[in-house]
T-cell receptor
Framework: QKEVEQNSGPLSVPEGAIASLNCTYSDRGSQSFFWYRQYSGKSPELIMS??SNGDKEDGRFTAQLNKASQYVSLLIRDSQPSDSATYLCAARDSNYQLIWGAGTKLIIKP | EAGVTQSPTHLIKTRGQQATLRCSPI?????VYWYQQALGLGLQFLLW???????NRGNFPPRFSGRQFPNYSSELNVNALELEDSALYLC??????????????FGSGTRLTVV
């Protein structure tokens, strides 16, 4: 059974601090990983993708991938109240489908 | 470039009726995915269509069905509606079964309410 696991939270972070979101996956054949942000009642929006071991930075967001540990993370620097949302981690399997985690609810406290 | 479009935005049906939801993928995308998201819960995979064929199906009863048309748009049908079918139904599209890494692009969803 291919699985992607995330801590459901909520994760509460003070405004301006770094939010760290984590995800593990079971399928060693997965090569591509994605982070989506979903506001309440809205559809998921792709914010980061990562395919190689190491870090990938885009503005305030950094995605980290460690294939040996089967671990993916998302760091959000200088967290803003507008970052409050549920963050979904997904891994693309060998059948071209995304396997989804249940999501981590992030709350940024002013 | 137009994104993934879903219609209708909201749909209210009576228990036992049928609902039809529609999705148009991004131009050039051949795969369409359907998900159900009940309030406060995660994404539940329903169906995957690619190039007109059903490629995979989630753990839902047969009253959930769909199809993909030659222009790659898709329709989700839910028969014999039950109260617990009330949810946000999300459609997503992707370029298809290619060995190139990409994510899905989601539409805005259809909010189905069964009363």
């Amino acid at each position: 059974q291919k699985e992607v696991e995330q801590n459901s939270g909520p994760l509460s972070v003070p405004e301006g601090a770094i939010a760290s979101l984590n995800c593990t996956y079971s399928d060693r054949g997965s090569q591509s990983f994605f982070w989506y942000r979903q506001y309440s009642g809205k559809s998921p929006e792709l914010i980061m993708s990562i395919y190689s071991n190491g870090d990938k930075e885009d503005g305030r967001f950094t995605a980290q991938l460690n294939k040996a540990s089967q671990y993916v993370s998302l760091l959000i620097r200088d967290s803003q109240p507008s970052d409050s949302a549920t963050y979904l981690c997904a891994a693309r399997d060998s059948n071209y489908q995304l396997i989804w985690g249940a999501g981590t609810k992030l709350i940024i406290k002013p | 470039e137009a994104g993934v479009t879903q219609s209708p935005t909201h749909l209210i049906k009576t228990r036992g009726q049928q609902a039809t939801l529609r999705c148009s993928p991004i131009s050039g995308h051949t795969s369409v995915y359907w998900y159900q998201q009940a309030l406060g819960l995660g994404l539940q995979f329903l169906l995957w269509y690619d190039e007109g064929e059903e490629r995979n199906r989630g753990n839902f009863p047969p009253r959930f069905s769909g199809r993909q048309f030659p222009n790659y748009s898709s329709e989700l049908n839910v028969n014999a509606l039950e109260l617990e079918d009330s949810a946000l139904y999300l459609c997503a599209s992707s370029p298809g079964r290619r060995p190139v890494p990409y994510g899905y692009t989601f539409g805005s969803g259809t909010r189905l309410t069964v009363v």
